[in-house]
């Protein structure tokens, strides 16, 4: 165990080394230079030379790559452009309604697949599984950005039972805010629910065909009991993976969705800082989201082989 | 024939048919305003209604099923040109440096939250279809690359491939003759797949105003431009959002017939 986890902790360096790499020099190659944009066409090349500087822009493109990671690996990412506040407290703040918006998603579509997997797998090819697997079909296919806007149609212009969109912000109360995040929720969970439960449903079917569950029957247990008691845990393993897999692409996913309902996220503050070509704060936010991908992966990757030591010789 | 690719197949020609048919006639000018006439819901005139500028819905959608077909199309073609060819040199050296090189790239790239990276590049390199079609192809290169390099690697075990090395065949040659054509049912079946996906990602970024610009009319803006009149006419959103879900669907729907007429054991990715 203790050989793949340093294999493991290897590779995760080199991945997110390359990943930091890539990221700089797409930005890098962006064209329009940040010190001439926030000061506009009509500055002095003087002045546009004295922001060069003190954004740190005349350094090598070497230097400043070092001195990018190495503040991010402190906690400092840099001073915005065009706010001149630091990126590090800009990100914790749009945090707090992302993170929040992942949990809540993640939450709402494990609370649907579970069911409609398990109640799918165990009616397999009767007219209860047609109609799981027809809806999830029918999930795949929706764009959540568009499922969020039939959501605002009928439950905040028709039913006025939530508003349209906008954050309150936490202080105003909890309820207030999770108020203001259940219907992007809803839209960010809805197509994640449907690949979710599709891994359930077949997942328990693979597991259905065992020898073990065979021998559960023989052993007098009805084929609920065996999928309650056998089935369900077995299964859960794949499960967990997409689950953990989700969570990343949901915090990343919500940039479409903060953009229907307003929200102050990490989504509209990358958005925001595009129009701006407020370029450091761009640069850290995906990476931010790049490293969550890259962790959650590596944390499900050893989990999954302190679960299944057979996982650990493949690397 | 199974259902699904009878359903599948008519689904997917009917959009394909509109938007080759868009090229000579539709039933309106799509650039033409008509302000007097704006947000009119489904009639004799306009079948599908008007949009804020009074334009024709159905005329909109025709020549946006070009822009979606193409975008998506394009990318899952980078996604083949590149990623298949990597796939079959990484089984033909199985465990070897490339082979090592080209799964830890696509590893690396499996890593990245691909609306992210979307973003970053139709943000830095300015927001255009061109741009939207490399930032959707990049992620279909290690899809691909993956399953080619799988199926590919079980046929290297079979006899007739090693009666191919026995006979003096080169690596090469044997990716080429014999491997690539006992892979193309899977190819075709994760290709489908893939095009279903490139057309939401499109619709994603065109929505988020990345994707094809004013004046080419695309799903996704569309939608963004229906997203303030949707209290007033519920229709400029209802309609392009349900054309979106019935040409994925029905790509869907055609990549589980094709894969069940072709060999129902194909291992796809869905992602």
Redesign the interface.
């Known amino acids: 165990m203790l050989g793949y986890i340093v294999k493991r902790l290897i590779?995760l360096a080199?991945?997110l080394i390359?990943?930091s790499v890539v990221?700089f020099v797409?930005?890098e190659?962006?064209?329009g230079d940040p010190a001439s944009f926030m000061l506009g066409i009509n500055a002095q090349p003087d002045t546009v030379a004295a922001l060069r500087t003190e954004l740190g822009l005349d350094q090598s493109k070497f230097d400043r790559y070092l001195s990018w990671v190495g503040g991010m690996l402190t906690g400092d990412f840099g001073t915005s452009y065009t706010y001149r506040t630091p990126v590090a407290q800009m990100i914790v703040d749009r945090m707090w309604v992302s993170l929040p918006l992942a949990l809540f998603a993640l939450t709402l579509s494990t609370l649907i697949a579970f069911p409609a997997g398990i109640f799918a797998a165990a009616r397999r090819g009767g007219p209860g599984d047609l109609a799981v697997t027809g809806a999830t079909?029918?999930g795949?296919?929706?764009?959540n950005?568009?499922f969020a806007?039939?959501l605002?149609?009928i439950f905040a212009?028709q039913l006025r039972w939530f508003s349209a969109g906008g954050f309150p912000g936490w202080e105003k109360g909890f309820w207030g805010g999770m108020k203001a995040l259940t219907l992007p929720a809803i839209a960010l969970a809805l197509p994640q629910a449907a690949?979710l439960t599709?891994v359930m449903r077949s997942s328990l079917l693979d597991i259905l065909g065992e020898d073990f569950m065979r021998t559960a029957r023989a052993k007098g247990l009805s084929a609920r009991q065996a999928l309650w008691r056998h089935g369900l845990r077995n299964a859960l393993i794949p499960v967990l993976t997409i689950i953990g897999l989700q969570f990343?692409?949901l915090?990343?996913?919500a940039?479409?969705i903060e953009?229907?309902f307003f929200l102050p996220g990490l989504g509209r503050l990358?958005?925001q800082a595009?129009t701006q070509r407020d370029l450091i704060v761009?640069e850290s936010v995906?990476m931010l989201?790049?490293f969550a991908?890259?962790m959650v992966?590596f944390l499900v990757d050893l989990a999954y082989a302190a679960v299944d030591p057979r996982l650990r010789t493949r690397v | 024939m199974s259902r699904n690719l009878i359903l599948g197949g008519l689904l997917t020609s009917v959009f394909v048919v509109a938007a080759l048919l868009s090229f000579v006639w539709t039933p309106d000018s799509v650039e033409a305003m008509n302000i007097t006439n704006r947000l009119k819901p489904p009639s004799a005139n306009n079948l599908l209604g008007t949009d804020h500028f009074g334009r024709d819905i159905l005329s909109m959608l025709m020549v946006g099923a070009r822009t979606s077909i193409a975008v998506a199309l394009v990318a899952v073609g980078i996604g083949m040109g590149l990623g298949v060819p990597l796939g079959l040199a990484a089984a033909a050296r199985r465990g070897g440096m490339l082979d090592e090189v080209i799964m830890r790239m696509n590893d690396l790239i499996f890593a990245f939250p691909s609306l992210v990276i979307a973003i970053l590049i139709t943000a830095v390199f300015g927001p255009s279809a061109t741009n939207a079609i490399i930032a959707i192809g990049i992620f279909n290169i290690p899809v691909f690359a993956r399953i080619t390099r799988g199926a590919a690697l079980s046929l290297w075990k079979r006899e007739f491939i090693m009666a191919a090395q026995v006979s003096g065949k080169t690596r090469t040659r044997i990716s080429v003759e014999h491997i690539l054509p006992n892979v193309a049912n899977l190819l075709i079946v994760q290709g489908t797949i893939q095009f279903s996906l490139g057309i939401l990602a499109e619709a994603g970024l065109s929505y988020v105003g990345l994707g094809a610009q004013p004046p080419i009319p695309s799903w996704g803006r569309m939608l963004a431009d229906a997203q303030t009149m949707v209290s007033l006419a519920p229709h400029v959103a209802l309609i392009p959002g349900l054309t979106i879900v019935a040409m994925v669907l029905g790509l869907n729907l055609l990549g589980d017939g094709l894969r069940d007429a072709l060999d129902p054991r194909l291992k796809v990715v869905r992602a």
């Open positions: 590779s080199i991945s390359v990943a990221i797409v930005v190659i962006a064209p079909q029918l795949v296919a929706i764009p950005f568009w806007m039939m605002v149609l212009i690949i599709r990343a692409f915090l990343a996913g940039i479409i953009q229907v990358i958005f595009i761009v995906v989201l790049v991908v890259i992966n």
